[in-house]
């Protein structure tokens, strides 16, 4: 008796461990709150007086109106803010000689906790003559202003704005102002280790989030659709909590003998994207926590009656893309540019004979985000602008890209689309939380059904 109450508790043990393991922790909305703001502060101290001497800039001006908000402005937004409010102006100043910055906010009351009020609208009604004041006071060399043509995320200044901080400045400060975009870009792309520690749990609630969507828990062969699984998906970010930054999509491929099939039931499965067992189905996801963002894409293949495992030569073209995710990352190094990266993963990839894309892209504040463009889905060659950026340390990445294998068991090319968020230390990639490199099951067939 005893020995079958100490087996019932420890199954239910095992149990509520399993379901703690399948459900990571997110924040209440206050506590997120909270780790927002400590963060916000810890990068203004620590991050971006670096930044500023790497840009060579001793002022950066940000303005934005309320909901028309410049992408890096909102970043220095508190937590309890979800829009700038009439007209926002901000100052960030790092004299000759300082380590830390001096946070400026031309406003009625302080922006947060960093930035300190600096206008008093019953001595100086004028907003704009009060900015003004701020800069010539501390008389900077070079007044960065959020304007670029390469990167949307640095262009954020209206042209509004821009002309009236033009025509309020003196003549001058006019000839000292200069494009913001590699001080925008570097503020974007450069994680702390705080925030590093995060991704990698972000990593583990979305794989997670993903492995529960394409399972037999949501999917049933031959009725369940790819669009009921994306609205699954929708639904699930929303009771973790979460957000997401785009729609998930859920694709499927499927045997050139099965796609072509002649009975009226076989074309409306094509149509209509019914999931069927044989099928290989693909999934591009991402959510949205503590400001960040991940991007993933995975595979999972339903498995037909007489099967225990997925197919060998499915498993093998994921092979083929895992290798690709290789090259592409030996190729990370410090100082080379996006476009260099694509280049020399390409020439390995025709030495190895593999056919295949690489559209990698910076992940950060943003889902596809500032920082070095590594290819693009439809340009395999060089991209102007955003590839000539330099790749630095300390950023973040979705290693994304496709190989294309011939499968002689479904009779035709099939693509394995993959993508995972990583991590560049300066010296080498690390994925968030590992990779896929088994295509999923489903049903998820026990271990010991196999014997």
């Known amino acids: 008796m005893m020995r079958k109450i100490y087996l019932l508790v420890t199954l239910l043990v095992l149990v509520q461990l399993d379901l703690l393991a399948q459900h990571p922790a997110v924040l209440s909305q206050r506590a997120q709150a909270d780790v927002v703001e400590q963060r916000l502060e810890e990068r203004i101290e620590y991050l971006l007086p670096e930044l500023m001497d790497r840009a060579g800039v001793d002022m950066w001006v940000l ?110 400060l006019n000839q000292r102002i200069v494009s913001g975009e590699k001080l925008a870009v570097g503020w974007l792309e450069t994680r702390t280790p705080s925030e590093m520690a995060t991704y990698r749990h972000m990593q583990t609630i979305a794989n997670q989030i993903i492995a529960e969507g394409l399972s037999e828990d949501v999917i049933t062969p031959g009725v369940t659709t790819t669009e009921d699984v994306v609205w699954w998906y929708r639904e699930r970010i ?51 926590y503590l400001r960040l963002n991940t991007d993933t894409q995975q595979l999972a293949y339903v498995l037909k009656q007489d099967e225990m495992e997925v197919p060998a030569f499915l498993q093998a073209g994921l092979k083929v893309g895992n290798r690709l995710q290789d090259i592409l990352t030996s190729q990370f190094v410090s100082g080379r540019t996006g476009n260099e990266i694509l280049k020399e993963t390409r020439a390995e990839m025709a030495k190895e004979n593999i056919k295949g894309s690489i559209y990698s892209h910076p992940l950060g504040y943003h889902g596809h985000a500032s920082g070095p463009t590594i290819g693009m889905w439809d340009n395999q060659g060089d991209t102007k602008g955003a590839g000539d950026y330099p790749l630095y340390p300390n950023t973040a990445y979705a290693i994304e890209l496709s190989a294309t294998v011939h499968v002689e068991e479904w009779g035709k090319d099939v693509v394995f689309q993959l993508e995972e968020g990583a991590y560049f230390d300066g010296e080498k990639v690390i994925y968030f939380d590992g990779r896929q490199k088994e295509i999923m099951a489903i049903p998820r067939v026990r271990a010991y059904l196999k014997k």
């Open 238 to 288: 929303k009771e973790r909590k979460l957000d997401t930054w785009f729609q998930p999509t859920v694709d499927l491929q499927r045997s050139e003998k099965s796609s072509s099939s002649n009975s009226k039931q076989g074309k409306m499965d094509v149509k209509e994207n019914v999931i069927q067992p044989g099928d290989l189905l693909h999934i591009d996801f991402g959510i949205t």
């Open 63 to 172: 303005i934005s109106r309320e909901y028309n908000e410049d992408p890096v402005i909102r970043t220095f937004l508190p937590a309890t803010w979800f829009a700038a409010r009439r007209r926002t102006m901000l100052v960030i100043h790092k004299a000759d000689n300082q380590d830390k910055v001096e946070a400026i906010a031309v406003a009625r009351y302080d922006v947060g906790k960093a930035f300190k009020k600096a206008w008093d609208p019953e001595v100086e009604p004028d907003q704009w003559k009060a900015l003004s004041k701020v800069i010539e006071e501390r008389n900077p060399k070079a007044i960065a202003v959020n304007f670029s043509d390469t990167y949307g995320h640095a262009d954020g200044i209206s042209v509004t704005d821009f002309e009236l901080l033009k025509s309020n400045l003196s003549k001058e």
